[in-house]
């Protein structure tokens, strides 16, 4: 595993490591033995999001804070993060216990997410913010010249739709919970009343009512 995890880091992030250890912690989920990526992740996820929120502040330097925030938040979503680190191959790296890897806790936006983030951190602790910045610069490039303007989030949209038709806020309401702890599903009905609903589905509760209300924005825009 170790050669394998080296020619990864290599290939996948351009970067030699010095203490290959501190990567191997960053694919170890927590129902291995073992240490696992979990404080390596809390610090990638601050390093991701400093470094992503420098680059915005460069690359639109008219936009206002709002705007902003709105591509900030887009960018740093956990199914994007969980993309990238599929398009990395990931899953095949990551380690795991039995139970969970019997689960396809490898494929989740989680613990891809996760371990995206906790190689960031491995990145920044071995090396300093160069090289966890030639990484996200070279990940996450595709996504920032895409946003041609600020994306606007669902739940803030749908939420804004209402008030100008003068209806009440959208109302959440879960469900269904399902799948292991390590790797949990969520199904969530977002509803208007005299508009509609819809329900949307994600690893997180976040996630699902991010989809139910871009699935009550696309239905609503469609008739």
Sequence with gaps: MSAELAEFVSRALEYDPKDLSLFEVAVTHSSAQGSNYERLEFLGDRVIGLLVAHWLYERFPSEPEGKLSRRFNS??????????????GLPALIRLGKQARGDGANWSDNVVGDVV?????ALFVDGGLEPAERFVRRSWAPLIEEQRKAPKHPKSALQELAAAKGLPNPEYEVTRRSG???SPHFSVRVSIPDLGSA???GASKQEAETAAAAALLESLTQK
């Design 180 to 182: 292991a702890h390590h």
């Design 75 to 88: 960018l740093v979503a956990r199914e994007i993060c969980a993309d990238i680190g599929r398009e990395l």
């Design 117 to 121: 983030e906790a190689l960031a951190g």
């Design 199 to 201: 329900e949307g589905e």
